[in-house]
């Protein structure tokens, strides 16, 4: 069983939609949360960072985090064209050697149609 | 990111052949990784150096070695290449000075294993 479960996709929502995109975790001494937006071609570019469990909000994009269901989301309001992409989750533990490792879901696929 | 680079963007190689892959990292970061990414699988960890003289196995790294040739050098070579090593390959550099150890990743390698 992998320790990170992420929906694959792929996803197709019309332009101004609300997305949600989840991923659950089965290791408990994950701390640290972390979404990342993967274009076509590119490499991993961090989007979201959030410590233990509770909410985090940066413009459209919203991250949660409920460590009791070992279990984390991502929202996107008003989605765009231009959010189309693979979205990964990852995540860490603490500690010197474990909290640079991280762990990554298998990233779901998302199109946002004009 | 161009702070991150990878060389080279693409290679077509045969079965048996050695190959080496480079990046270099303008960020000033003391830590770096090398993984690679299949279709359902993910961003697996092969190898990450968390300075000049300290080198660590991933979750893969059978078939795989690395070499830290200064703080803003680490390759990885597969000393003789199989269909199996087939991947998109992504080094990435973090700061241990930070917080978050945000990992940052370059553009990707896509190899293909004849």
């Known amino acids: 069983q992998k320790e990170v479960e992420q929906d694959p996709g792929p996803l197709s929502v019309p332009e101004g939609a609300i997305v949600s995109l989840n991923c659950t975790y089965s290791n408990s001494a994950f701390q640290y949360f972390m979404w990342y937006r993967q274009y076509s071609r590119k490499g991993p570019e961090l989007l979201m960072y959030t410590y233990s469990s509770g909410n985090k909000e940066d413009g459209r994009f919203t991250a949660q985090v409920d460590k009791s269901s070992k279990y984390i989301s991502l929202f996107i309001r008003d989605s765009q064209p231009s959010d189309s992409a693979t979205y990964l989750c990852?995540?860490?533990?603490?500690?010197?050697?474990?909290?640079?490792?991280?762990?990554f879901g298998e990233g779901t696929q998302l199109t946002v149609n004009p | 990111d161009a702070d991150v680079t990878q060389t080279p963007r693409n290679r077509i190689t045969k079965t048996g052949k050695r190959i080496m892959l480079e990046c270099s990292q303008t960020?000033?970061?003391?830590?770096m990784y090398w993984y690679r990414q299949d279709p359902g699988l993910g961003l697996q960890l092969i190898y990450y150096?968390?300075?000049?003289?300290?080198?660590n196995k991933g979750e893969i790294s059978d078939g795989y070695s690395v070499s830290r040739q200064a703080q803003a050098k680490f390759s990885l070579s597969l000393e003789s290449a199989i269909p199996n090593q087939t991947a998109l390959y992504f080094c990435?550099?973090?700061?241990?000075?930070?917080?978050?150890?945000?990992?940052?990743f370059g553009p990707g390698t896509r190899l293909t294993v004849l």
């Open positions: 990435a550099t973090s700061d241990s000075r930070r917080a978050t150890d945000t990992q940052y």
């Open positions: 990852a995540m860490s533990g603490t500690g010197e050697t474990s909290g640079s490792r991280l762990t």
């Open positions: 150096s968390f300075d000049v003289k300290d080198i």
């Open positions: 960020k000033g970061h003391d830590r």
